[in-house]
């Protein structure tokens, strides 16, 4: 007998090879070309430019004593054409600050995923100072932009400064990083001792309703390690001690003028790309590890390449968006998360998808972690300097663990903000012919969402859609009347309104001359390239994590009005059965009833919504 939700064997076979051989196509391509590709560094000054950015004057929740909040809320349109269904709206939440910083440690033996050097054409590794110094010009524009947060101050905590005329380690120190940064004056060298000082050479903080002061989110707390040592031909001579912390354009200054003394403009934006991971180190709770830097006792201007090293003062906007992006680390994971979404994989067969794509990657052909991340890049290039900063900080393992489990939350308006398919929900609804017997369950939620009913105003937890389809009689009465009306269906981004002081609210709109599309996902192999060989030793017909989505996505779409009588052998099935509260109770009889004791609710939603419930 077929089972009602379970895929046949054959079909779980099919997709675990589908999943093994599309990421074994992507690898192929991804290990053709050992250069990490510049565009995905570039396109920091100009990615995304649908995303909202602070404005001025926000209003700032400062109630909570571990963090602080902004708010605003994303519109949504639904239709396209003649129709009653409303635009409607979803509040999001960003945290800016926390309760402590994060930490940084350097390691002399680093995981072989911090290794970049060869990327960069040199073998220095500038980019984990790179790193420390994006973290405070991060934290100096933040306190620009959130009202009461205060600029950078620098502690007492100081890297040791030679400012004699040429890079020198001390005698007594044969474990310490000279950092040369050329022909600076005296602010500028003292930035640079804050910068790479140990256990914390800065703060930059705002204080909550309760009295407790929080950090920024790229605050940082360098643990004891290697002794960073300065090196710097500093003007005047005359050092003063108490120097006024530098300001956000100040400090983009001095690290430029770094850069240009290195020619390593790539490397910054590497840096870049990693700083703004910070936030999501500190939401998983983790320690961020970089190598000890490597680096040339004295800079060589022979070496120097042209690059163009963007000084942020004409693209400062753009730096706003990507702060605001590193603020959201949900929806920052999210982005991650998105590149094992593949969109006609349903929810009972999302875990074979799964297994096949991890079989691959866990494989020994796929150890190496510099063609990794290149295959990551390969599969949504858009999101490619994300990917980069989640290898630089280690961020990628807890999302290549939460991947695997098939267990990531889907954020729609950081999807929408970034033009990247995150879910089945974001798709448009094809016109149903007007003698439609049925609609795909994918559909029917999609028209669910959309009338924003209250018990379905939250969209699915999980991205993959539900399997096979709902005779139209047998849907409610809003997805039945919207199904087969003349408009067009879908969920568009349309603008974010920002909740900001003295109850003003200022919207960012969509711009209209960079219309968002939703970008394909590539790697599926042509004609599936059956001549790669799939291992199956991972193949694990139990499959917990379809057993999961599937039992969410029922309980989205079905657990507030009931199954109809037709998908009984769906209700019935264990992966479904326990959907239910604990007073639920077998189906029994061929009565058009409620499934369990909810019978209250589901009268009040019968006369608007759907007959023929069990």
Request: with cysteine; charged share 20%; glycine share 6%.
């Amino acid at each position: 007998m077929e089972d009602a939700v379970r895929p046949s064997k054959e079909a779980f076979n099919a997709m675990y090879e589908r999943g093994y051989r599309t990421w074994a196509a992507l690898w192929e391509i991804a290990a053709a070309d050992n250069h990490l590709p510049q565009d995905h560094l570039t396109s920091l000054c100009s990615v995304f430019p649908n995303h909202p950015y602070f404005p001025e004057s926000l209003t700032v929740d400062k109630s909570f004593s571990n963090t602080v909040t902004v708010r605003g809320r994303t519109t949504w349109t639904t239709t396209r054409g003649p129709c009653d269904l409303s635009p409607f709206q979803e509040e999001v939440v960003i945290h800016v600050a926390s309760s402590c910083p994060t930490t940084i440690v350097f390691v002399s033996d680093p995981h072989p995923t911090m290794m970049f050097p060869n990327y960069f054409g040199r073998e220095s590794n500038h980019v984990p100072v790179l790193v420390l110094a994006w973290a405070y010009i991060l934290s100096a524009r933040w306190a620009e932009l959130i009202p009461r947060a205060s600029t950078p101050d620098y502690s007492s905590h100081q890297a040791r400064l030679n400012a004699g005329s040429g890079p020198k380690r001390p005698e007594d120190d044969y474990d310490s990083v000279v950092v040369d940064v050329g022909d600076v004056d005296d602010a500028a060298a003292r930035w640079w001792t804050a910068i790479l000082a140990a256990d914390g050479g800065w703060d930059a903080s705002i204080r909550s309703s309760t009295g407790v002061l929080l950090c920024s989110p790229w605050s940082i707390r360098a643990q004891p390690g290697p002794t960073f040592v300065i090196s710097a031909n500093v003007q005047p001579r005359s050092y003063v001690a108490n120097h006024r912390p530098a300001s956000f354009g100040t400090a983009v200054r001095y690290l430029s003028g770094y850069c240009h003394l290195h020619s390593i403009a790539e490397q910054s934006r590497a840096a870049l790309a990693a700083a703004l991971l910070i936030p999501v180190a500190k939401f998983d709770n983790k320690r961020i590890e970089l190598p000890v830097p490597r680096l040339p006792r004295k800079a060589t201007r022979e070496q120097e390449r042209t690059q163009a090293l963007p000084s942020w003062d004409g693209e400062l906007r753009q730096l706003d968006r990507l702060l605001t992006l590193s603020c959201n680390s949900r929806g920052v994971k999210a982005l991650l998360n998105s590149i094992f979404f593949e969109p006609d994989v349903a929810c009972n067969v999302c875990g074979a998808w799964l297994q096949g794509s991890f079989a691959f990657l866990d494989s020994d052909k796929a150890r190496d972690p510099h063609v990794l991340l290149r295959t990551f890049m390969k599969r949504d290039p858009d999101l490619g300097f994300l990917w980069l900063g989640a290898f630089i900080t280690g961020a990628e393992a807890r999302c290549l663990q939460e991947a695997r489990m098939g267990w990531w939350k889907v954020d729609l308006s950081a999807a929408a903000w970034t033009g990247t398919h995150a879910s089945f929900i974001q798709e448009f609804i094809p016109k149903a012919p007007p003698n439609a017997r049925e609609i795909s369950r994918a559909d029917e939620c999609r028209l669910m969402y959309l009338s924003h009913e209250p018990d379905h105003a939250v969209p699915p937890l999980f991205p993959f859609a539900p399997f096979g389809s709902t005779a139209m009689e047998d849907t409610d009465l809003d997805v039945r009347r919207h199904a087969r009306c003349s408009a067009a269906h879908g969920l568009e981004y349309s603008g974010f309104t920002w909740d900001c002081q003295g109850g003003k609210k200022v919207e960012q709109e969509r711009n209209g001359a960079l219309a968002i599309t939703i970008r394909a996902k590539p790697g599926q192999p042509p004609s599936w390239n059956n001549s790669v060989a799939v291992d199956y030793d991972s193949l694990d017909f139990e499959d917990e994590v379809s057993e999961m989505v599937t039992r969410n996505v029922f309980t989205w779409l079905r657990g507030e009005d009931g199954f109809a009588v037709a998908e009984r052998a769906i209700r019935e099935h264990e992966w479904v059965e326990n959907l239910e509260s604990d007073d639920d109770s077998p189906i029994e009889g061929d009565v058009r009833s409620t499934a369990g004791g909810n019978l209250g609710g589901w009268l009040l939603g019968l006369s608007t919504r759907r007959s023929n419930s069990l």
